[in-house]
């Protein structure tokens, strides 16, 4: 099995449009969330989300092509025969919006069909790719597909990339299903009462570790270990005893050959609603038992970014190993109840080489990576 | 090495229900699905069914015909057994019907009950739900034409070990004339169990197998689309 070296990474969030930008300003605890001005969100529980600045296109087409190209602008050259893999809920969600609406919209990019021919013109790509959408687990998903695809040999190198917007559909859904705090997320807090939607996107450029290093190339990190389970309990409610995850968590550890005592930090998913940061508490202490380990989430920061959230968060994952520090989880103020895992509104240093990062989403998906970081 | 076995199949079409072991040809022409009701799918009341959309009905029908097809509809415990399906269109039909309950001249007051199936994937949890299948659960936007993506994830996460068991298929519904222009190629449901061939018990429809291409081999020979796989695979069966 070859080994899955992380190459190159970008990241555009509310909080910046690279990923040194939004590095810099989770360990300042800051966050994008703020009143939308894009549409009228007057109508639902909250008018904040966290949206990027200055996004513009001509008329009838996306905002997911500027963010794109904002996202690759200046990433490096791709390596022949390289594949694509992305990872999107709703794409052009505001393409069919205008068009239900009836304003001028590309009709073409309202199937992912679209984003994707664009993104493999755009990186000069032979072949268009796939996306994979496995609802808010979309991009963890994702970068275990392509971790598969080279740790087989079926690949040499696979592009990730992870896009999802900010749009009344997404908003008014939400806010439906009552969701949303209008206070902001504050994941794994007590007082915790729903999450902040997000727009964002990340490129993760996944080689094989014998192709990479036949460049020179020694990469930033490596993912060692990923692993998926549904619940088979609830559509859109995770299962209160963390069944899947504790699953996802598990399988993801015997892929990379590690036990629980070798993970040193914890990016959860933490959307900030009541039932998903239980569940996750849930599910991180039957994996970890008494172990503490540093825990955050970065959705108080840059919201709940959807089918980007988990591209980004192995971005700034391996910055965390890199670094050795764990962001701030943003927004958290009290514990909540159940939880022994020391979740801070400060950065938290951390210790040894893996990260597990985890995502869930409706429909009962989970999905669990261990990322490991270079050695100095 | 021997690659998967088709342990069963379970459609949606045009020309309605069905599955392989009670068809004797595969008929596929264009046209509208027909409504899909619980009666069709569910000999018993089912709470869920009815509150579906149509595409989320059309996918749950198709993975409880595969299922029972394959004999393995009833279960007891939750087993590891995956979902993937690919998709064109995703689940469109179901965001135009969600979004007209946003607009203001549809009332303004968005449906809860709608907006958790505008995801391609809840079919496929509903289905985990009713089936106790705990697998990776994913659906593959593709271009190809072929609607064969979901048929080759599968078969490549069976190879890599993932698990024993995958439901793979295609799912495609028309926007109609909500959204013209948008047409997949293939409409409907379909869906195959596919099991590791040292795993199955099943009398099934022959095995699948990956070429180093990316080429779908039924039995060793290459297949070019979804259609011809079924029919390939009915014909190796032969009349029940």
């Known amino acids: 099995m070859s080994e899955v070296l992380i190459t190159a990474t970008a990241s555009i969030t509310g909080l910046g449009p690279d990923l040194d930008t939004t590095w810099r300003r989770l360990l300042a605890g800051e966050t994008a969330v703020r009143p939308i001005l894009r549409f009228d969100a007057g109508r639902y529980s909250t008018r904040n989300a966290s949206w990027i600045e200055g996004l513009e296109t001509r008329g009838d087409r996306s905002l997911l092509y500027p963010l794109l190209e904002r996202l690759l602008d200046g990433f490096v050259p791709l390596p022949p025969g390289c594949r694509l893999v992305a990872a999107t809920t709703k794409g052009c969600i505001d393409t069919f919006e205008r068009v239900r609406k009836g304003l001028p919209g590309a009709v073409d990019d309202i199937p992912v069909s679209g984003p994707l021919a664009w993104l493999a013109a755009r990186l000069g790509l032979d072949d268009p790719g796939v996306n994979v959408n496995s609802a808010c687990a979309s991009s963890t998903m994702a970068v275990a597909r392509a971790a598969a695809m080279i740790a087989s040999g079926r690949a040499d190198a696979v592009l990730v990339v992870c896009m999802d917007l900010v749009s009344e559909f997404i908003l008014s859904g939400f806010s439906s299903l009552q969701a949303l705090d209008p206070a902001g997320c504050r994941p794994f807090d007590r007082n915790r009462n729903g999450l902040s939607i997000g727009e964002g996107g990340a490129a993760l450029l996944m080689m094989s570790a014998e192709k990479a290093r036949g460049k020179g190339i020694r990469g930033i990190g490596s993912v060692v270990g990923w692993g998926a389970a549904n619940d088979a309990t609830h559509v859109t409610a995770p299962a209160r005893d963390g069944c899947g995850l504790i699953q996802a968590i598990r399988l993801a550890m015997a892929k990379a050959s590690i036990g629980p005592d070798d993970i040193s930090a914890i990016n959860a998913h933490g959307t900030g609603t009541v039932y998903n940061d239980a569940m996750e508490a849930t599910a991180f202490e039957s994996v970890f038992g008494s172990r503490r380990i540093p825990l955050n989430s970065l959705k108080g920061a840059i919201g709940h970014t959807m089918g980007a959230a988990g591209g980004i968060e192995v971005a700034v994952g391996l910055r965390s190993l890199a670094d050795r520090t764990l962001p701030p989880t943003t927004g958290f103020g009290e514990p909540m109840e159940r939880c022994g895992f020391p979740v801070s509104p400060l950065p938290q240093p951390i210790g040894g080489r893996y990260l597990l990062s985890t995502n869930s989403g409706f429909g009962g998906i989970n999905a669990a990576l261990v990322l490991k970081g270079n050695p100095e | ?240």
Request: glycine share 14%; proline share 10%.
């Open chain 2, 1 to 240: 090495m021997t690659g998967p076995v088709v342990a069963g199949i379970g459609w949606i079409t045009p020309q309605g229900p069905g599955r392989g072991r009670e068809a004797r040809e595969f008929p596929m022409t264009p046209g509208p699905i027909p409504p899909v009701n619980r009666e069709d799918v569910f000999p018993e009341p089912n709470l869920r069914f009815g509150r579906l959309p149509q595409y989320s009905r059309v996918g749950l029908a198709a993975i409880a015909f595969a299922l029972r097809d394959a004999g393995m509809e009833q279960w007891k415990t939750k087993r590891f057994a995956g979902l993937v399906a690919s998709t064109r269109a995703g689940c469109l039909v179901t965001d135009i019907e969600y979004y007209n309950t946003v607009l203001p001249e549809g009332g303004g007051l968005p449906s809860p009950n709608l907006f958790s199936s505008t995801l391609p994937t809840c079919f496929l949890g509903e289905a985990a739900i009713q089936f106790g299948l705990t697998g990776p659960t994913l659906i593959v936007n593709d271009p190809a034409k072929d609607a064969l993506s979901g048929v080759r994830m599968a078969l490549e996460s069976l190879s890599w070990g993932e698990c024993g068991t995958m439901l793979a298929g295609h799912i495609d519904l028309p926007a109609g004339p909500a959204i013209p222009g948008i047409s997949p190629p293939w409409t409907g449901g379909l869906f195959m169990v596919l099991e590791n061939a040292r795993d199955s018990i099943a009398n099934g429809y022959g095995t699948l197998d990956l070429s180093d291409g990316g080429a779908v081999l039924h039995n060793g020979i290459g297949v070019p689309g979804l259609n011809e796989l079924v029919r390939a695979c009915l014909a190796f069966r032969g009349p029940s």
